[in-house]
T-cell receptor, first 113, second 113 residues
């Protein structure tokens, strides 16, 4: 079955710097890759996603890149702000409809003022 | 505003008790999911349902069962709670048509003594 690894497990950056979180997946059939952000005391919330027919997607300060050949994808956050502090999860779809995911173990991002 | 609600934020039970965790969504979503979240392990899928009265096992179904009698409600049942079921439980829902986003509830932190 699908296995998703995520690095680093914790990341501290200064406010205004960039943050990069990397994930790898094992099943080449996976075709949908979402990123979720979980703030303290809340459930995860989708922040960006990418499909396998696209190499890069950007939404304001966040971007995701996908390398299908290497089976890895990354989340990039530029100009980090304190409100970016949270736990981030990557995921890979495991069914043809992209409705079911395997999640990575998570990265705790701390943005220091 | 889309909403997934879970019956309790915190729950303390004793070993051997039968435990019910309730989840309700108001988005008319077809799909509903139960995950457990443990540090360093990310979100692991326990059970999911694509329709009323339908259920499928996820990655870690042992010790759990589910019930979906109405479209908006998905219940997770621990038949005989054990200490290794102490965890954060997250419910999510998604639509079958258009998009893959899963909407999460705030979670129930269950402690089994």
């Amino acid at each position: 079955g699908e296995n998703v690894e995520q690095h680093p497990s914790t990341l501290s950056v200064q406010e205004g710097d960039s943050a990069v979180i990397k994930c790898t997946y094992s099943d080449s059939a996976s075709n949908y890759f979402p990123w979720y952000k979980q703030e303290l005391g809340k459930g995860p919330q989708l922040i960006i996603d990418i499909r396998s027919n696209v190499g890069e997607k950007k939404d304001q300060r966040i971007a995701v890149t996908l390398n299908k050949t290497a089976k890895h994808f990354s989340l990039h956050i530029t100009e980090t702000q304190p409100e970016d502090s949270a736990v981030y999860f990557c995921a890979a779809s495991i069914d043809n409809y992209g409705q079911n995911f395997v999640f990575g173990p998570g990265t705790r991002l701390s943005v220091l003022p | 505003d889309v909403k997934v609600t879970q019956s309790s934020r915190y729950l303390v039970k004793r070993t051997g008790e039968k435990v019910f965790l309730e989840c309700v969504q108001d988005m008319d979503h077809e799909n509903m999911f139960w995950y457990r979240q443990d540090p360093g392990l990310g979100l692991r899928l326990i059970y999911f349902s694509y329709d009323v009265k339908m259920k499928e096992k996820g990655d870690i179904p042992e010790g759990y069962s589910v019930s979906r009698e109405k479209k908006e409600r998905f219940s997770l049942i621990l038949e005989s709670a054990s200490t290794n079921q102490t965890s954060m439980y997250l419910c999510a829902s998604s639509s079958s048509g258009g998009g893959n986003e899963q909407f999460f509830g705030p979670g129930t932190r269950l402690t089994v003594l």
